[in-house]
């Protein structure tokens, strides 16, 4: 069969990749190697934050301010609530690249924030217990987005719209072929005159030239049941992004399952193969994020309800890939989201449209070339 375009991996990024391309009237096809949605990449679970003030760089902020949009649109088309606003919290030490890199976000772009010492977080978020060298930037705006809540509800978007989406379906290979290109699956052979790469940590099988620049890693996520779970409640306690001297965390309120949630940024530093990782977790994964739960959050110290695996893909820079194919025009790819992707794929998802249809973007998107890596 012959389509318009043909989009690898339908997670997050490539669920609204399809979303966006049948919307303008497209005929797409979505190829996934495993379910819809699926626990062994980087979109499963209940929930991924989206922040405004991001510390990251001042540029993610416009692209920050179009997700929300889209975001906002597609729980519209759903019928269906997708983005939770709880406030956001960056903390770290006052000249912390977390605290200094949202701060100038904050300001480049005037974005709505609050400053608050250690002792002014605790009193109005309680179960905030940082050190006294500890500061915060809070922004109102911040919060969670539901991640495989975020797929479904385009897949099933795109599929109203006339997409054809097709799951335990492996692809084996591509070519390109004229201006055009051929996909070979494990169950048919496709044509397209374009082809988009949202496979995640697969990326580098489809296309191996990316291999060395994107690099796969297992992260771990854990739940425990709080001893004050009042103070961790969706209505009192912002999700955050903070910068200690045992590493980078992240969390949440208890939202979807028992238990508040957090993680640390590169747990173990464990690089993975994604078709071999080692999916169990172990006491040594348990103890990482026990240790930051009791001495930054001690009412969350409770009995672990859950831990789970997933996996980043990482750049040198922790930058994200957003580009062109460096040999064929007619393959785009968006891939190295580097742990913080999944709140942009709303806006992703328009950019791969654009790129694939129209060969640019209405987007700055010069933050995230292929060229920067192959220099």
């Given at each position: 069969m012959t389509y318009d375009v043909i989009v690898?991996?339908?997670?997050?990024?490539?669920?609204?990749?399809?979303?966006?391309?049948?919307?303008?009237?497209?005929?797409?096809?979505?190829?996934?190697?495993?379910?819809?949605?699926?626990?062994?990449?980087?979109?499963?679970?209940?929930?991924?934050?989206i922040r405004l003030a991001y510390a990251e760089d001042p540029n993610y902020v416009p692209l920050l301010r179009r997700a929300y949009e889209l975001w906002r649109e597609i729980e519209y088309v759903a019928n269906e609530r997708l983005?939770?606003?709880?406030?956001?919290?960056?903390?770290?030490?006052?000249?912390?690249?977390?605290?200094?890199?949202?701060?100038?976000?904050?300001?480049?772009?005037?974005?709505?924030?609050?400053?608050?010492?250690?002792?002014?977080?605790?009193?109005?978020?309680?179960?905030?217990?940082?050190?006294?060298?500890?500061?915060?930037?809070?922004?109102?705006?911040?919060?969670?987005?539901?991640?495989?809540?975020?797929?479904?509800?385009?897949?099933?978007?795109?599929?109203?719209?006339?997409?054809?989406?097709?799951?335990?379906?492996?692809?084996?290979?591509?070519?390109?072929?004229?201006?055009?290109?051929?996909?070979?699956?494990?169950?048919?052979?496709?044509?397209?005159?374009?082809?988009?790469?949202?496979?995640?940590?697969?990326?580098?099988?489809?296309?191996?030239?990316?291999?060395?620049?994107?690099?796969?890693?297992?992260q771990v996520l854990m739940w425990t049941q709080p001893l004050h779970p009042e103070y961790f409640r969706l209505e009192v306690f912002p999700v955050f992004n903070m910068e200690t001297p045992e590493g980078r965390f992240y969390g949440f309120p208890i939202h979807g399952v028992p238990g508040f949630k957090l993680g640390r940024y590169h747990h173990r530093h464990q690089r993975a193969d994604p078709n071999r990782m080692d999916r169990e977790c172990h006491p040594e994964d348990e103890q990482v994020l026990r240790d930051a739960i009791r001495r930054y959050f001690p009412d969350a110290n409770g009995p672990t309800m859950a831990l789970k695996t997933c996996l980043f893909t990482n750049t040198r820079d922790e930058h994200f890939v957003i580009d062109h194919h460096p040999e064929f025009p007619q393959v785009c790819i968006a891939a190295g989201f580097s742990g913080h992707g999944f709140k942009f794929c709303s806006v992703i998802g328009e950019i791969m449209a654009d790129l694939a249809l129209e060969s640019y973007t209405r987007w700055d998107i010069g933050l995230f070339r292929l060229n920067r890596l192959l220099n």
């Open positions: 690898i991996g339908v997670g997050g990024m490539g669920s609204a990749t399809v979303y966006h391309l049948a919307r303008r009237g497209k005929k797409v096809l979505g190829l996934e190697q495993f379910d819809i949605p699926h626990d062994r990449g980087s979109s499963h679970g209940i929930n991924r934050i983005l939770f606003i709880t406030g956001g919290i960056d903390a770290g030490t006052r000249d912390s690249r977390t605290v200094t890199g949202s701060l100038r976000s904050c300001e480049i772009h005037n974005i709505s924030h609050e400053q608050m010492d250690a002792p002014s977080l605790r009193r109005r978020f309680p179960g905030y217990q940082l050190p006294e060298d500890m500061v915060a930037v809070y922004q109102p705006d911040a919060g969670f987005v539901l991640s495989e809540g975020a797929i479904v509800a385009y897949v099933m978007a795109a599929q109203a719209l006339g997409a054809g989406v097709q799951g335990r379906e492996r692809v084996l290979e591509w070519k390109a072929d004229g201006p055009g290109v051929w996909v070979r699956t494990d169950r048919d052979t496709y044509r397209a005159s374009k082809l988009v790469v949202t496979a995640g940590p697969w990326t580098a099988d489809i296309v191996p030239a990316l291999a060395p620049l994107l690099v796969p890693e297992r």
